[in-house]
Structure formats: structure tokens, C-alpha cells
């Protein structure tokens, strides 16, 4: 494929990919078995929706608008934990008419637009959408442009030593192959692996040469290595890191850092507002 579907084309590979992934998945795993699915080249991957606002690729930001309106008509459900998941009515359908999921939608929200990720959607639409991945561009912003390089190698080791990470070392020295620092991995307080880490802070994607460059400093040094990134990891690169009869090397790219800082609770803040309703039912029931 030589461009980008639309947000309404990639609906049915969208519900294909979590057919394929037994039904339920997150959306990096949705994301990664839908781009498969549709064969888009490395180039419209890396394609960012806006480069000045964050890390967020242009088919990230579509398949985010075809979750949202397939969720609005009752094809798919998202628990808190960040999971998708396909309802029963979307079990009913070998494909769909995404026309009519279109109508369905901008009727219900009143939208009169031609093409809602383009010209704008409701306030409940375009409400959601930000809710899901706009703090994480706001989080890019942060992370690549406000923090020093220096500074995001702390906020790493902060990280690895509050998901259960001991002996956290930044050691970041000139000729060292890019490792930017060491630690060992406790696993239920049993086993226990040596780690060496790179950190990243790019915008675009991590390449299979910058994988392999990596695993060739740690070689021999470590038991695993970890690779973070703000930004994205190309396709080869993910088959690099898992190669087979190479040390193993574990990627974490800018989504599922953004996800762990606000798991950790390191700079991002979750606000619950109160909600109030009032029980008719129980006042007439006096």
C-alpha cells in the first residue's frame, strides 16, 4: 500500500486485528497486527500526524478515530486498564459498512462535516480522542524538548528503580556504545537479571541498525539489554530485538513510557472529578 487509508477504511482491518488477536488486545498490539494486516511500508509508519505537537504517527491517529467510532456503534469496548475488546454485536458481522458506521456517528454527535479528523467532530468526539492520546503529546513535548539529556537519563533510572529495579547506575560514558546505564532486575524477589540500557529521546523511530549497534556493546556484559525511546521502534527493529540466537533485547517506545510514568504516578497526575446524581427513585420511594 502506497498511502494511508483513511480512519473510515481502517475500520474493518482494525476489527480484523483483534479477531486475529482472539478477540481483545491493547492498542499497541492493536495497532501493530492492523499495520500487518494492511501492509504499509516503514516510510507512511514513521509519518507523524503533527511533528510539532508530540510523538503520535498519522495512522496512530487514524486507528484512534476508527476506535472511537466503532465504539460509538456498540463494535468495541475499552476497559481502564487500556484494553480493547470486541462486544457481541461485533460478532455478528464478518465486515461492516463503515459508510454507515459514518452516518451513525456524525448523527449522533450532530456533526455535519465531510471528514471528521480533518475538519473537526463534536465536543464529545474530539473530547475523547484528546483524553486518550493528547496528554501523551503534551508529555512528548516535555520529554524531548523541555528535559535535558542528562535529566532524562534520571527520570529513566527513577523508573526502572520504582518498577523493582536495584543498583540503578547512569553511567552514560563517551565510547561505551551508546549504554547509557546498568542495573539488575528482581523477579519476585528470586531471580534476578543484569540489565544494560540505552535511552532515547527522538521524535522519529528507532532503526534495526540502532538495535543491533546496541546489543553489540552489551554482548557479554549483560543478561538483557532494554532499549527506551520517546519515540518509535521501525518494524526490522522489533525483529532485531527479538532475533532468534541473539541476547534478547526488550524495547519500550514513547507510548508505553508515557503509560509507565502515569502508572508510577512520576510527573503525571490522574484527576478523578466527582460526579453527582440524584436517586429519583429514591426520594419517591419516602
Not at 476489527?15 to 499497541?28: C, D, P
Not at 532524562?152 to 563517551?174: A, K, N, P, W
Not at 514513547?254 to 478523578?272: H, N, P, S
Request: charged share 30%.
Amino acid at each position: 500500500m502506497n498511502k494511508l487509508p483513511t480512519y473510515d477504511n481502517l475500520m474493518n482491518p482494525l476489527l480484523a486485528a483483534l479477531r486475529e488477536l482472539g478477540g481483545s488486545g491493547s492498542v499497541k498490539e492493536i495497532f501493530t497486527k492492523t499495520v500487518e494486516l494492511i501492509g504499509l511500508s516503514e516510510k507512511l509508519l514513521a509519518q507523524l500526524h503533527d511533528p510539532n505537537r508530540g510523538m503520535q504517527t498519522e495512522i496512530g491517529y487514524r486507528l484512534a478515530w476508527a476506535r472511537t467510532y466503532l465504539k460509538k456503534f456498540g463494535l468495541v469496548e475499552n476497559s481502564r486498564r487500556g484494553v480493547w475488546s470486541l462486544t457481541e454485536k461485533a460478532k455478528t458481522f464478518e465486515t461492516v459498512d463503515s459508510d454507515e458506521i459514518v452516518r451513525f456517528v456524525r448523527a449522533l454527535d450532530k456533526i455535519d462535516r465531510q471528514d471528521a479528523p480533518k475538519q473537526g467532530a463534536s465536543i464529545d468526539t474530539v473530547r475523547e480522542l484528546s483524553e486518550e492520546d493528547g496528554w501523551k503529546d503534551k508529555l512528548s513535548v516535555v520529554l524531548t524538548q523541555k528535559l535535558e539529556p542528562a535529566g532524562f537519563e534520571r527520570l529513566i533510572q527513577r523508573v526502572l528503580r520504582e518498577s523493582g529495579f536495584i543498583h540503578v547506575e547512569v553511567t552514560g560514558r563517551t565510547g561505551d556504545g551508546g549504554i547509557d546505564g546498568k542495573g539488575i532486575a528482581r523477579i519476585h524477589g528470586l531471580m534476578s537479571f543484569h540489565v544494560y540500557f540505552q535511552c532515547k529521546r527522538y521524535k522519529n523511530s528507532v532503526s534495526a541498525a540502532e538495535v543491533r549497534d546496541f546489543r553489540g556493546a552489551m554482548v557479554g556484559r549483560a543478561d538483557k539489554g532494554l532499549l527506551i525511546t520517546t519515540g518509535t521502534f521501525t518494524t526490522p527493529a522489533v525483529k532485531e530485538a527479538t532475533r532468534d540466537g541473539a541476547p534478547p533485547i526488550d524495547l519500550i517506545d514513547g507510548i508505553e513510557l508515557a503509560e509507565k510514568l502515569k502508572e508510577l504516578e512520576l510527573g503525571v497526575k490522574t484527576e478523578r472529578v466527582e460526579r453527582i446524581s440524584i436517586d429519583t427513585a429514591w426520594f419517591e420511594a419516602l
